[in-house]
Structure formats: structure tokens, C-alpha cells
């Protein structure tokens, strides 16, 4: 099965069921205030949980891009060293607002991984909510009773509220969940071990796939809980670990999701892709990656600048171009000549990234050349500082170099701080912190007698916001108009 065929049956199993299919929203989120990307498939649903607007349907299901790059969910430290986190994925979800519960969520949930997709049964582990004394919220007796006669005793395992219980914050609405985890090794290895011990410990093979959250309480003040009038299910999958699954791959990298990808990385490196840990596959893994997470927040109204959201995007671009400058090779823009195979990728399913793909390469390719120009010169000075470093017995990097290291190369401190660990060195973080606070300062009173309209990507420090607007590219400048 192709993984657009994976993502249309998902579609089309809950269009059976009557759920309405809507489009993903933006990875950008929209209104609100309290997310910076959207990192799941509920975020655009939140309002109707806490009563606030009234949903399209009572059954919905869609594909959501997300990206956890940021706040309580942030994977990028994982991205190219693991082989199931990404920062962009595509999270598929269905949504019931006061409408089916626990049951037809957990039996069609079951239906759909080993009627439709075939996953044997003897290799699904679920999850279920053990409860909490001490934060007065119950075991889900209602799961254990309604998996036990699909899944038998022996394979549900009982999850803590770390796993198991979803809460949007500290109060509001809340309830149990329920996980399916996929074990993917060979069959010795299950003989010798069972699956079941390996759930949630980080094994690259016994992987959750999807999270069936039941949200049936509403935390009041003084942190108890009521029952909520209406109860809704949330549910969420990971479409490149199920993709994973089903093609029977041992990592989401060599699923149809990314080997197209790989294969353009192949062609331009000269170096063949291998699965492996060494530094020129965690660097093919972490572009293939990151291209995506880039491209689609470029597509969704982002660009890369050096504030909020769009510092977070420039920030994971020059990720992948060091790692591809040290470890492929690329001394020229390259992560931009991926950007076509990606677009025809995806152009059934997220058609804003095809219909923007010339002005997506343009920006990513602006973005690179402006980083090789002073990386290469960057990386020379790193490796004095850490030589001088290691001469001296010292493990941290003081926050001035860090900093000057990000005003003249544009280094990240995030980037510096991965290749200070590649040498088991620590940044000093709020030494860092506290140079950047003081460089604002001074550049707030040059700013103030300067308000032009337009503003070049190149020289977007002093800006606050660098909105859609995009107005004209030549190789060394991209504009847009502030807004
Ligand atoms: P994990 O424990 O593996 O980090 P999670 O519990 O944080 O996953 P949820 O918030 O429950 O994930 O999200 C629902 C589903 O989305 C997960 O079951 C998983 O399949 C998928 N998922 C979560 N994070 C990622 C990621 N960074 N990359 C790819 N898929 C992800
Ligand atoms: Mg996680
Ligand atoms: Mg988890
Ligand atoms: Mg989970």
C-alpha cells in the first residue's frame, strides 16, 4: 500500500462512518495566542471543546500537518537521530463532538488497523488509564472493559497520567486516554522479549501509533472534577509511523513518505543513503525532515526571519544546511532543489505547497545563500573556540562567543549548542540570553527614527513581524512588505 493510498483509506473508512473530511488547518496556528504552530489535530477544534462555536458536524476526520518544534511538544532534538519523531508530520485524526464515545472510537480504531490495513493483531499493544489517587481521577474501567474482549487481558497495559490523560490546561476539559502501540521487530526478538515490556520506552521498533483521547471531564478551579454534559473523542495518528507499519519498513525514512526525498539527496550528495548512525545518514534524515517542516510553513505564510515564529523556520533551515555542509558536502544552496519533488508529492493532498513552489524554493534558496556565505568561515571559528576549550579543560562555551557566533555568522545558539555536544560541550544559555537582551536594547533606540515600510529579508533583525507579502526576489535579496 502507497502512503496515499494509507491516507485515503483513512478518509474514506471514517467518510463510512459519517464523519465530514475537512481540510488541514495552517501550520501556522491562527488566533491563538497560546500555540505558536499547530502541534496536533485538535488544536483547530479547541474552541468547540471549551463550548465556544459550534462544530461543521458532530463527526469529523481529517489529515492535519503539525509541527513540534516548540513549547510542550518539541522533538526536533530527536529528528535524525531516531527514526519516528519528526517537527512536521502529519497527524490523522477523527473527532466526535458530543456525539459516539468510547466504544465505536476503540472498535473502529480496531477495524480500521487490522480489517483495513491488516496489521496482525498479535502485534497491537493498547493502552489504558490506570488512574490517580493523589489527582482524584478514576481508572478507565470503561476502556479496559471494552478492549478486553478485542485484545484479550494480556495485551492492554496500564498507562500513567503522563501517558494516558490529556488536560488542555489546568482547567478545563480533560479525560483518559487510550494508545495503540505497534511492535515492528523481527520474530526473534519477540520470542525473547514481548512487545508489551517495551511500550513507551523509547524502543525505535515498539512504537505508539495513535492516541484515542476521551474527553469526559471538566476540571473546575479548585481541581476537581465534574462530569462534562457533552463527552467528545479526539483522536490522533501518526501517518508516517502507521505508514511504518503497514509497508513493513523499520523506519518512517524508508517508507514512500521520505525515500523520494532521499533519493534527490542521493543524487546531489553523490552518497547513498544507509540507515545507519553515521553522520552522513543522521544528516540525509534530518534534511529530508526538515525540507518538509520548512517548505509547508513557507507554503502556510511564513518566512524565515529573526523573530518568533518565522526564527523558529530559519532556525531549523540552518540546522539542515550545516548538516549538509559538514556531512553531504553542499557548499551551494541545495536544500531549495528539493523543494519540486516535495510539492508534486503532496499536490493531491496539501495543494498550497505546489501552488507555491517557485516562491518557496526562491525564499529557502535566498535563505541558504545567505547562511553558506558565512558559514564555512562560522564553522573555522567554532573549532577554535573549541579547541582553545578543550586545551583548557573547559566544557562551556561563554555566552558572548555564542553570541558572537549568531551576530556575525548567524549561528543559531541552538546550532552552536549541537555542535558544541558533537564535542561534549555545553553552551552557556543564559549568558547568551543575556548578551542578546542587551544588543536588543541598543538596536530598539537605532530603530526608532526608522520606519520604513518595506524591509529585506537579509536585514529583518529589527523587525517585528515579517508577514506574506512577497514582493520580488533577485539572487541576493528577497522583499516582502511588512505587515
Ligand atoms: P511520542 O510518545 O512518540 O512522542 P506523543 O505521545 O507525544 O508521541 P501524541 O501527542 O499522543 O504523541 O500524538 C498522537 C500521535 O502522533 C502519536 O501517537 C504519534 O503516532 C504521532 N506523533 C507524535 N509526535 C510525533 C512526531 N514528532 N513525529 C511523528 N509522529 C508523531
Ligand atoms: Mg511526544
Ligand atoms: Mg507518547
Ligand atoms: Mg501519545
Not at 482524584?136 to 490523560?165: C, S
Not at 524502543?203 to 476521551?214: A, G, K, R, T, Y
Not at 515600510?453 to 513581524?465: G, H, P, Q, S, T
Amino acid at each position: 500500500m502507497t502512503s496515499s493510498e494509507i491516507r485515503q483509506h483513512y478518509l474514506d473508512f471514517f467518510r463510512s462512518k459519517q464523519h465530514l473530511i475537512v481540510s488541514s488547518a495552517p501550520l501556522v496556528a491562527k488566533n491563538d495566542p497560546t500555540l505558536m504552530f499547530n502541534n496536533s489535530g485538535m488544536a483547530q477544534f479547541k474552541d468547540f471543546f471549551l463550548g465556544n462555536g459550534t462544530p461543521p458536524a458532530k463527526r469529523v476526520a481529517d489529515t492535519q500537518k503539525c509541527l513540534r518544534v516548540s513549547g510542550k511538544h518539541n522533538d526536533l532534538e530527536d529528528v535524525g537521530f531516531d527514526t519516528y519523531h519528526h517537527t512536521m508530520f502529519e497527524m490523522l485524526g477523527n473527532w466526535s463532538f458530543g456525539d459516539y464515545f468510547k466504544k465505536e472510537a476503540i472498535e473502529w480504531a480496531w477495524e480500521l488497523l487490522t480489517g483495513v490495513y491488516k496489521l496482525p493483531k498479535d502485534r497491537l499493544y493498547v493502552s489504558v488509564f490506570q488512574g490517580d489517587e493523589k489527582d482524584n481521577v478514576p481508572f478507565d474501567q470503561e476502556a479496559w472493559d471494552l478492549w478486553k474482549p478485542i485484545v484479550g487481558e494480556d495485551r492492554i497495559i496500564l498507562g500513567n497520567k503522563k501517558d494516558n490523560f490529556w488536560e488542555m490546561g489546568d482547567t478545563g476539559p480533560c479525560g483518559p486516554c487510550s494508545e495503540i502501540h505497534v511492535d515492528l521487530r523481527p520474530q526473534e526478538e519477540v520470542d525473547q522479549k514481548p512487545g508489551k515490556e517495551l511500550v513507551n520506552a523509547d524502543h525505535p521498533q515498539v512504537v505508539e501509533i495513535w492516541n484515542l483521547v476521551f474527553m469526559q471531564f471538566n476540571r473546575k478551579a479548585d481541581s476537581s472534577l465534574e462530569p462534562l454534559p457533552a463527552r467528545h473523542v479526539d483522536t490522533g495518528m501518526g501517518f508516517e509511523r502507521l505508514c511504518m507499519a503497514i509497508q513493513g519498513k523499520k523506519s518512517n525514512y524508508d517508507t514512500d513518505v521520505f525515500t523520494g526525498t532521499i533519493r534527490v539527496i542521493e543524487e546531489l550528495s553523490g552518497q547513498t543513503y544507509q540507515g545507519t548512525m553515521e553522520k552522513s545518514d543522521v544528516a540525509m534524515r534530518v534534511i529530508a525532515d526538515h525540507i518538509r517542516a520548512v517548505s509547508f510553513a513557507i507554503a502556510d505564510g511564513l518566512v524565515p526571519s529573526n523573530v518568533r515564529a518565522g526564527y523558529v523556520i530559519r532556525r531549523i533551515l540552518r540546522r539542515a544546511i550545516r548538516y549538509g555542509y559538514s556531512y553531504l558536502g553542499f557548499t551551494e544552496p541545495f536544500m531549495t532543489k528539493l523543494v519540486p519533488t516535495l510539492a508534486l508529492q503532496f499536490a493531491a493532498v496539501f495543494p498550497e505547497l505546489n501552488a507555491q513552489r517557485d516562491f518557496v524554493a526562491t525564499v529557502i534558496r535566498e535563505e541558504e545563500i545567505s547562511f553558506l556565505r558565512t558559514l564555512g568561515q562560522g564553522l573555522r571559528r567554532l573549532d577554535q573556540i573549541i579547541g582553545q576549550l578543550t586545551d583548557t579543560g573547559k566544557d562551556t562555551i561563554d555566552g558572548e562567543t555564542v553570541f558572537e557566533l549568531n551576530d556575525t555568522f548567524g549561528f543559531p545558539a541552538d546550532l552552536t549548542a549541537l555542535i558544541a555536544r558533537e564535542q561534549r560541550l555545553k553552551i552557556d544559555e543564559e549568558g547568551f540570553q543575556n548578551a542578546l537582551a542587551q544588543q536588543k536594547t541598543r538596536s530598539r533606540k537605532d530603530a526608532a527614527s526608522s520606519a520604513s515600510d518595506w524591509v529585506d529579508l537579509m536585514d529583518a533583525d529589527r523587525v517585528e513581524f515579517v508577514g506574506y507579502d512577497f514582493v520580488e526576489a533577485d539572487s541576493h535579496l528577497v522583499k516582502y512588505r511588512k505587515v
